[in-house]
């Protein structure tokens, strides 16, 4: 394609409304552009980067055996009412009525309408398993929509579901995804790392995230150095050092604390060092019940690790009237002896002798606590948030060490979550009806283009990896003026072409430095400018986006040399 | 791919809510599902169809030059509300409002979006012109969805829409892209005629729509059997052949005619033949003022003839009411004389004499009247819908000839309609400010499928034509049971394959009788049949769909004759 041609309207400055680097950089390429808060337009570049996904995407998951279909963008309440969906989500849902005051929504996720087409054209076991996959717009209503897209409003996801027999078929189908999935960020040229996860809101038994790896991530996801092993941090394993222990068992004693809460306020107040307290956090889960979490004080808790030691779908953080109610003390000074509800502590808590914890009585704190001694029934669980240095919890040895990520896509284990209160069954071999078991996985397509970008940019813009770029190659004639200049930029071009290979000609009368600096913006991998001084030597001018300089390299080799290289990026 | 790793559930009877024949065989063939009304899933066959489509339909507007962009689904209220469509489009469009409490709709088209993005981008006539088409899910909330795909209320359009900086630049780019419809559903395998149309409410001044012919379509389209002029039939020119003149001036006389209101009713009371009776039809504008439009009585009136006479964006039959208040006379005795509004009569009345109308008084008939002395200021204009044997009002020695046909796409010479509005501009070479020309261009992609189907069917199922065909080619191997049977069709499938041509392997357990039958009713253009006795000759059986038998070929020719015939067709 020809730049003067192209839709491509870059920018010199920052939008003002951009946080992060891949909003920015995308709306300075003349990549995207805003239409309404979370609601973009692609244009012809943005566009290209998100077809290379979105084809990398179909290929690998139709060789994994999936199915494309196709379903609405609008979604009949009903079939959300029955999974109990309607209710439950919120208004992250958009939830709108046709002319007939019909109730709709317009899809976030589809776990509601593919069950419906399996329920009602599968019967037999011999009909699973199946797995079906689509591309489609989706939107979720956030309250705060921003990041360009790493967090829009609408935008395109690829989501699949499969269905199966039995438990073990769909743990298979389940790591032919994962396989699938690695495959996809492979082909896309990215860093990144499946992690364990947790299964949050939308159920299921088992999770795996495939986190792009970038300083700026908002997730953060531990690894072990030795055993491969990693995890998002909320559901990480891992063994704290040990906090140095008091040696003493001591007589659980209270002493008045007038008006200090924080753990630095009674630290100071009672000269005993901050190691030695236990931080007590009241919860309360979507059934209504209150819970109790103790952590070491210099860890934070992982509130999907208390979830799930309490069964529930959902803990939030209790406010001061329950607090009250729970304790019997105002906030600040909640401790573990003598509650009625249940208590769970990190395991790194066991064995803990001369603690301080709060009284559950105000301005009171306990000193000399030994917490298995002292608190009852405590439920010991793994409840803490990793640190770097911490120990694998898996293989004991290693070591982990937490990194930023960006998650473009998710394996889930739904198990029955929507086949069971949508009726998907089938006739096993013994003719006895029996409920499908599902599992689902997701890609976030436009996600994944704004955390290459996350991933790999630099002052000047955006880095392309070969396989997500817009073209892999520019072609930069430096002057209109010499025939003989042009000749050969029309030359490289068309035979780059040829090869089959995508490639912008830089044919509008700019200057160089417009040029340059609108190629190191867009990112091309690769450029070939072609320049007077070179050319009278035979040469052109062969620039790796990620190299600091040019190399010359003979014109009869250029196309050659960009070529394999660009084959090689894209072998799959 | 394996037709048993395939879901392709097909039916044996039609669905009972399903009127046309493209809806019937897309749910009998397992290619669409209903999830709610006018709402549907693509399934894997279906779905295949229609990125065929969209594949030729993406390469010939790149070919033609048209950048790609993707716009939202969801756009906000406030650029409806800047070109005035928010409140005029009425209940088809999809109104909503997101968590914020903000109004947007769901896209039925994208005029708004587009030209704020050219608005805001554009500064010069040094880049125009422009041509960006996206291809997206779209909402139009029909009152009554019916007929599957056909009249769908979610379904794939590609809009395309150009930007010009003169009425001449937009003009070629509308020939551009007439020329590029063309080669579109050429390369789709269709029987399809461009024909001139009504510009309708979207607004322009030339229009031309893409017809698939069709016995089954919804739109009349008249064509000269010697110019190539053609038309919908609501706009066509034609002459109707002259009617019998009664040859005597009379007096203009009224006559008692109680109770009598049909032209039947009134010929067979007075003795007067059918012929010699005017039509008198009263409408209202889109202004409030009402008009009359004069036609013959064996004609109907065009009533996009009468809305362009009259100047108006929409003419509305008048109500009761309005005929009373109009010519002072209850419904059935309207006529031309005496009327103080404005009056339209077909050019066919030119001259009439000795003719019957309504006197405008209940029970009373004019007989004798001469149109141009009795009627005053009457206008003659073409009015009347053409019938087949008219004269081609171009060439006027042709005769036209009228076809069924279904609309699949629309060129639209749309000016300013929506650029003055929104305000895009660009300076001119002068540095004056003008305002941008602009072009629509559309494409239904969904409906193209159904229109192929009711193009291209008989009473056994779907006969795609092979560029649309989810699968242009089966091998069905007839039997399980021999091991040379079955290698060969893997054998054949595999070859095939390694051809590049999509082929379905219908590896069931299946009597044959169900293979044929789901073959015939998903439309294989092409089928293989690997059977005991062809094989024992050493051939196999090629079966053309449209063919009424089967051809033996040897095992080492088919896989070439099935790969030319295959290629033949797709070749662009």
């Known amino acids: 394609m020809r730049y003067s041609q192209l839709l491509a309207p870059t920018l010199k400055d920052d939008p003002a409304d951009a946080e992060v680097v891949s909003h920015k950089l995308l709306v300075r390429a003349g990549m995207i552009r805003q239409v309404a808060r979370g609601i973009y337009d692609f244009l012809p570049l943005g566009l290209r980067a998100v077809r290379r996904v979105e084809t990398i995407v179909r290929e690998e998951m ?24 309607w209710e439950k989500y919120g208004k992250e849902l958009l939830r709108l009525k046709d002319r007939h005051d019909r109730a709709f929504c317009f899809g976030p996720t589809h776990e509601e309408v593919v069950t419906d087409i399996v329920r009602r054209e599968v019967r037999s076991y011999r009909q699973l398993p199946i797995n079906l996959f689509q591309i489609q717009v989706k939107f979720r209503d956030e309250v705060r929509p921003r990041f360009g897209l790493m967090r829009g409003r609408e935008f395109l996801m690829k989501d699949g579901y499969s269905f199966h027999s039995s438990v073990e078929d769909c743990r298979r189908e389940y790591e032919n995804m994962f396989r699938a999935y690695s495959r996809i960020f492979e082909r896309c040229g990215l860093k990144f790392r499946p992690v364990e996860a947790d299964t949050g809101a939308i159920g299921g038994s088992q999770s795996h995230e495939f986190q792009v790896l970038a300083d700026s991530g908002e997730d953060a996801i531990a690894s072990c150095t030795k055993c491969g092993y990693a995890a998002n941090v909320e559901k990480a394993e891992g063994r704290s050092p040990a906090l140095p222990d008091s040696g003493e068992t001591k007589r659980l004693e209270s002493v008045p604390t007038p008006g200090q809460r924080t753990v630095e306020e009674v630290s100071a107040f009672l000269g005993i060092p901050p190691e030695r307290f236990v931080k007590t956090l009241v919860y309360v889960t979507d059934r209504g019940e209150a819970i109790v979490g103790l952590v070491r004080c210099d860890r934070d808790l992982s509130e999907a690790k208390l979830k799930n030691a309490a069964g529930a779908a959902v803990v939030l ?12 003390a105002p906030v600040g000074f909640a401790g573990p ?7 769970f502590a990190d395991l790194s808590l066991r064995g803990m002798r001369g603690a301080v914890t709060g009284a559950n009585q105000a301005d009171t704190h306990f000193v000399g606590l030994d917490l298995e001694r002292d608190a009852g029934s405590v439920e010991l669980v793994d409840l803490q948030m990793v640190h770097g240095g911490d120990h694998c919890g898996r293989c004991e040895t290693g070591e982990l060490e937490i990194h930023r990520g960006i998650e473009v896509g998710q394996v889930f284990y739904l198990g029955r979550r929507y086949s069971e209160p ?19 996985y997701g890609i976030g397509i436009t996600r994944t283009v704004a955390a290459a970008i996350e991933q790999n940019h630099d002052a000047d813009g955006i880095v392309w990896p070969i396989p997500l770029a817009p073209f892999p190659v520019a072609v930069v004639p430096l002057s209109r003026d010499s025939g003989d200049l042009w000749n050969t930029a029309e030359r490289v071009y068309g035979e780059l072409r040829g090869r089959g290979i995508e490639v912008l000609l830089d044919d509008r009368e700019e200057r160089p430095g417009v040029k340059f600096k609108d190629a190191d913006l867009i990112g091309f991998p690769l450029r070939v400018t072609i320049g007077a001084k070179s050319l009278a030597r035979g040469n052109v001018e062969l620039k790796d986006r990620r190299a600091p300089k040019a190399e010359e390299v003979p014109v009869s080799e250029v196309v050659g040399r960009v070529a394999a290289t660009v084959e090689k990026a894209l072998a799959s």
């Open 337 to 343: 002896v003598g509650l009625s509800c249940r208590v």
């Open 317 to 328: 953080l209790a406010d001061e009237d329950t607090v009250r109610r729970t304790t019997g």
């Open 62 to 85: 139709n060789r994994a055996g999936a199915q494309e279909i196709l379903m609405p963008a609008v979604c009949p309440a009903e079939l959300w009412q029955e999974s109990g969906r």
């Open 422 to 440: 949508l009726r998907a069954t089938f006739l096993d071999a013994g003719g006895a009806e029996q409920v499908i078991e599902m599992g689902t």
